[in-house]
């Protein structure tokens, strides 16, 4: 071990005298720690193994447990559900870890991984859960939510979306991740289709498959903005099609979809009475001019069959307080509850109350939200501006959200010295991570490997010395494929 922890880092300091005596292997690991000289060892851990070693800590466990019994001793079924074998781990989260030890060991690494605004909570939010606290409101809240919050939200959805709800069909979670799993769960049955356009947040499938459905990808191009063709969406239903997914503003792509394509959408959707569409609109105030939003539910005949998800993580700048809502019909949100009623139970009564003072502060989030997204917006166009002028990248200019979505694809099959191949986005992002120091992560986690995405919720500063390192990096690497 002595040994392993003389590797040193591009400083030049020893990994053993950056992380010192204690927390070195909670951070990393003892394993990993004898390959971590980043400069010259680090491009042999790729983000496929990392993700190997944080599910084999299980197997690790198995196996101590087996060798620890006689051998006439019954074994210990340490097996766990094929459903759950059958999930990937999110690689947003296995690079966003990657990235953190590196940082912790003394790597300067920039951080452009995570879908997390690097602003503060607003005050009048915070100030709001704090009251909360101060006067005691610290107890369990009802399942669904607390009746003010759920009216403030159906005026919400009224006054901005054009959506009529009453309370009783309003679900308050936990995130809007939460509401997302539970309506996954709630409408799907073993064998059931849900369809996902490519690319997709990375944990639709995933949820798609524990609910014992089978998710259906539907790939699209650049060219479109990355959005949705009605025609192959109609290609594809069939009598198992139980569920479409649509995010607008997307994750990872930052594409909007225009009223008009979301009408020829629900014309297809309308065919098929069995077809349920699950609308993310998480990102929904974080959207730049002259693009607009549109909620699916509020098109014709659409509301009935719409689960409109939403939350207060990201336009107010909330992702620690786990707060997000579902709405849709009273027997669909039912379901739910009743899925949430068995697991978590009601949303924290301080974040409710913080919610509630979110949605006081005017028509989309008003001057607090606004600055945010003027800042967004300025980083967006810095960075498409930049990448622009990187030879061989592909670019569709986001309308919303805070990611870029970049082609890199005709770097792949480029060899660089000292490093290797570049095949694919996974090795793309291993060697930004290495040569760059820069976490990105590859867009093969988002169901297409020509593109690695950039989280630009960091601030301007960081994300202009992220660009240098990029272009620093990339002047070692000659695209591969004709431009």
Request: hydrophobic residues 40%; contains cysteine; proline residues 6%.
């Amino acid at each position: 071990m002595e040994a392993l922890l003389s590797g040193s880092c591009s400083s030049g300091i020893s990994l053993k005298s950056r992380l010192g005596q204690e927390g070195a292997l909670g951070v990393l690991g003892s394993e990993t720690l004898g390959k971590l000289s980043f400069s010259s060892q680090f491009q042999k851990i790729s983000l496929k193994s990392w993700e190997k070693r944080r599910s084999l800590n299980s197997l690790t466990m198995q196996t101590l447990i087996r060798a620890d019994g006689s051998s006439d001793s019954p074994r210990l079924d340490v097996s766990v559900s094929p459903r759950v074998n059958s999930l990937r781990p999110s690689k947003t989260m296995a690079i966003s870890d990657q990235a953190t030890a590196l940082v912790q060991a003394g790597v300067p690494v920039i951080r452009l991984a995570a879908g997390e605004p690097d602003f503060d909570t607003p005050t009048v939010i915070a100030e709001a859960g704090i009251n909360a606290i101060r006067q005691g409101y610290t107890r369990y809240t009802p399942n669904a939510g607390t009746l003010e919050l759920r009216t403030a939200i159906c005026h919400k959805l009224k006054e901005e979306n054009g959506l009529s709800y009453s309370p009783d069909q309003i679900l308050v979670s936990n995130g809007a991740k939460q509401c997302i799993l539970q309506a996954v769960l709630a409408v799907c049955s073993p064998g059931d289709e849900v369809i996902i356009p490519a690319p997709f947040w990375v944990s639709y499938p995933e949820m798609a498959r524990l609910a014992d459905a089978t998710p259906v990808i539907l790939p699209t191009l650049i060219s479109d903005n990355f959005l949705l063709n009605p025609k192959v969406l109609a290609s594809k239903i069939t009598e198992k099609s139980r569920l479409l997914i649509l995010c607008s503003p997307s994750n990872p792509t930052g594409s909007v979809y225009p009223k008009k394509l979301l009408e020829e959408i629900a014309d297809v959707v309308a065919k098929h009475p069995r077809l349920l569409v699950l609308s993310d609109e998480i990102y929904e105030h974080i959207i730049y001019s002259p693009a607009t939003h549109t909620s699916f539910a509020s098109l014709p005949g659409m509301w009935e069959r719409s689960l409109t998800v939403n939350g207060f993580s990201k336009a107010f700048a909330m992702t620690g307080w786990r707060l997000g809502y579902l709405a849709g019909p009273k027997h669909f949100v039912s379901a739910c509850g009743k899925i949430q009623s068995q697991s978590t139970s009601g949303a924290s009564s301080i974040s409710q109350k913080a919610g509630l003072a979110a949605l006081g502060l005017g028509y989309a989030g008003g001057e607090a939200v606004a600055t945010m997204v003027k800042a967004f917006q300025e980083r967006r166009d810095f960075l498409v501006k930049s990448f622009k002028a990187i030879e061989g990248v592909k670019i569709s200019e986001p309308q919303g959200a805070f990611y870029l979505f970049l082609d890199f694809s005709s770097y792949y099959g480029s060899e660089v010295d000292g490093f290797g191949p570049i095949k694919d986005s996974e090795s793309l992002c291993r060697y930004l991570l290495d040569k760059g120091q820069v976490a990105l992560v590859p867009g093969d986690a988002f169901g297409d490997d020509k593109c690695i995405r950039i989280s630009y919720a960091a601030s301007l500063s960081t994300l202009q010395a992220a660009v240098e390192k990029i272009k620093k990096a990339m002047l070692l690497v000659k695209p591969a494929v004709p431009v």
